[in-house]
């Protein structure tokens, strides 16, 4: 059986550069994942900010052998934000694409899609992959059995299921944080700095429930889906995808690692997470074709 | 850039009876869905069969208005023909128009009914720049683009100066607050979601529940709102409930308001728009046919350069009762 690849997605949150630098350093250096993500996906204006941390952050990792993909925005809308990706596109390491503004820049040369873009079915599939897709990390509300579906009729696209982190559920024109501090988009002040797993969203009875990050709304619960490494080569999938938390990403990817070599079981792997400082209880319905926040693995 | 002559105005036909409302009231063109998922408002008792729209297509057009059909999901792994029929259907039909978002939908048309059928970009393909929407018109013809609710007035006119398909922008009715297309959070919570199964915050997970401090709203369990004693319960739609975040509780995400851009029609004209579109195809028809009513007048009253005084005079009953907002129009919303 081929070996199973892992990749780290992009960070989410607004982290500060310096954390940014100590955080990939780490990966670099530690975390048995083969592809890394770097670059802001959320929110443009976070971008001057993060900017002059990466040239560093890509060497490091490619000097560890990293493959690094440089990750595009969700949601662009300025100019400034459409240069980016435009600039982007031209780079000749492999290119996350997360909105359709990407692709004519992109087209013919290959690139990942991102989780925000929108691949339901094998046509879309093979329309991408087409376009230089190489691989594609599903939105998060597919379960495995639609994306093996995909899988088993385009074999020349690599599928990558969003197995570990709070899930990517919605992005809006509209930012959570400054919103809740009585501020508006255009005059921030960069309060999502303070959640570096984004802030907590609760039910007025006090349930968990979701979490803002800036324009973005994720999971409150962590998405932790830990399959046995046959039933995803029965899915033909062969990559994972672990999004960035402030928890020990280097034990994240271990443990993952030894679950899809054999050498831990998916029980031992949800406790390994389990003891682990996640910022939610940990959940895996979508990958059952259940409401998300269910936890299927832990019920069965 | 083409510019239009006369703003056209799109109305909701949830049914074959709405449709002739819409149209009796002066809709330019009505849009609809066939009667399953792949449309996105997939509701019990709404929706066209077959030979339901065939009719209302040649209702329509005996009246001069056009029909739009809405194949606005994503299609599912392994039954992509389902969509691709739902499209053959609506183009046998009649349809001006296909308003899809799905790849495999623009791509199925774009090479079997180009010339016969117009492709209009769906809002839930949540392309709102020049490079996406050149993209989508390069690759599959589309000539119309509904344009996310992300961006204001101005940004649309700047949009539109840059792209050369027209634009159509939702004017009144219900109110997305995430980008359309690219939202979960109503699979997360019940399990079914706009882009796949063509619902929102679905009916059968709702449910009121009564204890000692009021009534919950809640959906799968998950309250979305509370309600003291005697004060008038709203429907928990997901992203318009209060919550707690920060140690406050409040309408997070946005209050339980609707859309009414009434008072930008003029700015949309200006902006460059082509089309002012009304959302509710969930609604009946008599409150279809007044709004369309309403705003055909508004429209009307534009196009003739009636002032703002005017336009906000004929639109003023649509203003009574629920909270409305301009929505992301206004830059301040963001």
Not at chain 1, 133 to 158: F, K
Not at chain 2, 241 to 251: D, H, V
Request: proline share 6%; hydrophobic share 40%; with cysteine.
């Amino acid at each position: 059986m081929p070996p199973f690849a892992l990749t780290l997605g992009p960070v989410f949150f607004h982290w500060p550069a310096e954390r940014l630098a100590d955080f990939y350093r780490r990966i670099a250096d530690e975390a048995p994942v083969d592809r890394v993500h770097v670059g802001e996906v959320v929110c443009g204006k976070r971008m001057p900010f993060s900017d002059p941390c990466w040239p560093d952050v890509i060497e490091r990792l490619e000097r560890a052998g990293k493959e690094v993909v440089l990750s595009t925005l969700a949601a662009p809308a300025t100019v400034r934000e459409r240069r980016s990706i435009d600039e982007l596109c031209g780079d000749g390491r492999l290119v996350e694409i997360n909105d359709m503004t990407a692709l004519p820049a992109r087209s013919g040369r290959p690139f990942v899609t991102g989780p925000f873009l929108n691949v339901y079915n094998e046509v879309a599939a093979a329309f991408l992959a087409g376009h230089g897709a190489r691989t594609i990390c599903p939105p998060v509300e597919l379960s495995l059995t639609a994306i093996g579906g995909m899988a088993h009729a385009r074999p020349q696209v690599e599928f990558e299921p969003f197995a570990f982190g709070r899930l990517p559920l919605a992005i809006s024109g509209r930012c959570y944080h400054a919103r809740l501090h009585g501020l508006h988009k255009d005059s921030c002040q960069f309060t999502c700095e303070k959640d570096a797993d984004g802030l907590a969203v609760d039910t007025l009875d006090g349930q968990a429930f979701l979490a803002i990050n800036g324009v973005q709304t994720l999971s409150n619960q962590v998405h932790a889906f830990c399959p046995e490494p046959s039933a995803l080569a029965a899915q033909a999938v062969r990559r994972l995808r672990l999004s960035p938390h402030t928890c020990d990403m280097v034990e994240v990817a271990g443990i993952y690692r030894a679950l899809l070599d054999g050498r831990l079981e998916p029980q031992e792997a949800r406790h390994g997470l389990s003891r682990l400082d996640l910022p939610g209880t940990m959940v895996d319905g979508y990958a059952h074709a259940r409401p998300g926040w269910h936890s299927v693995a832990a019920a069965g | 850039m083409m510019w239009p002559q006369r703003m056209e105005l799109v109305c909701p036909a949830g049914t074959p009876a709405t449709l002739r409302a819409a149209v009796q009231a002066g809709a330019d063109a009505v849009y609809c869905g066939f009667r399953d998922d792949t449309n996105a408002r997939n509701f019990p008792g709404l929706n066209f069969s077959v030979p339901e729209l065939a009719e209302g297509v040649r209702f329509a057009h005996g009246l001069g208005a056009k029909v739009l059909v809405a194949i606005n999901t994503f299609a599912r792994v392994g039954e992509v023909d389902r969509w691709r029929r739902a499209a053959d259907a609506a183009v046998e039909c009649g349809a001006d128009a296909i308003i899809a978002c799905d790849v495999a939908v623009l791509d199925h048309v774009a090479r079997n009914h180009s010339g016969r059928v117009r492709l209009h970009l769906s809002v839930q393909a949540a392309a709102g720049t020049p490079e996406a929407i050149g993209f989508y018109a390069r690759t599959f013809g589309v000539r119309r683009v509904v344009i996310p609710r992300v961006l204001s007035v101005q940004e649309i006119a700047a949009l539109n100066r840059a792209i050369d398909v027209e634009t159509e922008a939702f004017v009144f009715g219900g109110l997305c607050v995430m980008i359309e297309g690219r939202c979960y959070l109503s699979s997360y919570a019940t399990g079914r979601s706009p882009n796949l199964n063509g619902v929102c915050s679905p009916p059968e997970e709702v449910s009121y529940d009564e204890d000692a401090d009021g009534m919950a709203a809640r959906l799968s369990g998950f309250t979305i709102d509370r309600y003291r004693p005697g004060e008038p319960a709203g429907y928990p739609t997901l992203c318009k409930g209060r919550f707690a975040a920060g140690g406050k509780a409040s309408y997070l995400f946005e209050e339980p308001v609707s859309l009414n851009a009434g008072s930008l029609i003029a700015g949309f004209k200006a902006a460059g728009v082509t089309a002012l579109k009304i959302e509710g195809r969930q609604r009946g028809k008599g409150y279809v046919a007044e709004v369309v009513r309403a705003f055909r007048s508004a429209v009307d009253a534009v196009e003739a350069g009636g002032d703002a005084v005017e336009i906000d005079r004929l639109l003023a009953a649509q203003s009574e009762g629920g909270r409305q907002t301009a929505g992301a129009y206004r830059k301040t919303w963001r």
